[in-house]
């Protein structure tokens, strides 16, 4: 089991980061922000909404970009209220993959494999007979970690696939990776029926839901606890 507080990655690995504003998103890849002063263009590795994170002067810890890209900056985290939150999803899956090596799916795998293929899908892993599908969750509402904040065929794909994994004989699970504080976790009610339908269809045929929280604590980002499935 994990405790409270242990590092799953480090972000002094990435190299220096540096502190910005948000000013606006003209698109789902690119925001602009200040950086000392000076408008650059910022790349956004999320094409979440984000509608309550990316606000007008929020400020964003960003990496620099090496020359000849068509962005300055990569934003790497938001900070809200209970301080900085993670916004790359290029990053969850090394810190989901420290964690389920140290047991944050209920047991310590033997042998893990990461982008695994089964049928049409790829899985994020393999835990020895379990396959993974990993989602980051940046909305929370009425204390509620709610995902997808916007349609995904994708997420359903996965789903279907988890239950035909475990048809198979496989133990499949879907883990969810809380980037803020909340309660519990739920399907999101209104966004996307598609995936809230097929998400329960997959619970109610032996799929697993497995949660955990994150936070940014100087340049580490630690295990929080546990994530509940909400009632």
């Given at each position: 089991?994990?405790?409270?507080g242990?590092?799953l ?6 190299g220096k ?7 606006t998103?003209?698109?789902r890849f690119?925001a602009?922000a200040r ?5 650059v ?5 999320d094409?979440?909404r984000l509608e ?7 400020p964003?810890?960003l990496l620099?970009?090496?020359?000849g ?5 990569t ?10 939150v993670?916004?790359?999803t290029r990053?969850?899956a090394?810190i989901?993959r420290k964690a389920?090596?140290?047991?944050v799916l209920?047991f310590?795998?033997q ?6 293929t ?11 007979e379990?396959?993974?599908e ?6 929370v509402q009425?204390?509620?970690?709610r ?9 359903v794909?996965h789903l279907k696939?988890?239950m035909?994994?475990?048809?198979k004989?496989f133990?499949a699970?879907?883990?969810?990776m809380?980037l ?6 739920e399907p999101?009610p209104e966004r996307?029926?598609?995936f809230?339908?097929?998400f329960?269809e997959a619970?109610e045929?032996?799929?697993d839901?497995?949660?955990f929280h ?6 580490d ?8 499935l909400?009632l």
């Amino acid at each position: 089991m994990i405790a409270p507080g242990t590092p799953l990655f480090d972000l002094d690995n990435l190299g220096k980061l540096t502190e910005g504003v948000f000013i606006t998103r003209p698109n789902r890849f690119v925001a602009l922000a200040r950086v000392k002063g000076t408008q650059v263009r910022v790349h956004v590795a999320d094409t979440g909404r984000l509608e309550e994170i990316l606000t007008p002067n929020r400020p964003l810890l960003l990496l620099k970009n090496r020359p000849g890209m068509k962005t300055n900056f990569t934003l790497i985290a938001a900070k809200m209220e209970e301080g900085w939150v993670l916004i790359n999803t290029r990053l969850h899956a090394p810190i989901a993959r420290k964690a389920i090596e140290l047991g944050v799916l209920g047991f310590t795998p033997q042998h893990l494999k990461s982008e695994v293929t089964f049928g049409q899908s790829r899985f994020d892993y393999l835990a020895d007979e379990t396959y993974i599908e990993l989602k980051g969750c940046s909305l929370v509402q009425q204390n509620r970690c709610r995902f997808p904040n916007a349609p995904t065929q994708r997420g359903v794909k996965h789903l279907k696939e988890l239950m035909e994994a475990r048809k198979k004989g496989f133990d499949a699970a879907l883990l969810i990776m809380a980037l803020r504080p909340c309660a519990c976790f739920e399907p999101h009610p209104e966004r996307d029926e598609a995936f809230r339908r097929t998400f329960f269809e997959a619970m109610e045929n032996g799929v697993d839901f497995k949660g955990f929280h994150i936070k940014i604590e100087g340049n580490d980002i630690r295990y929080d606890g546990p994530l509940a499935l909400c009632l």
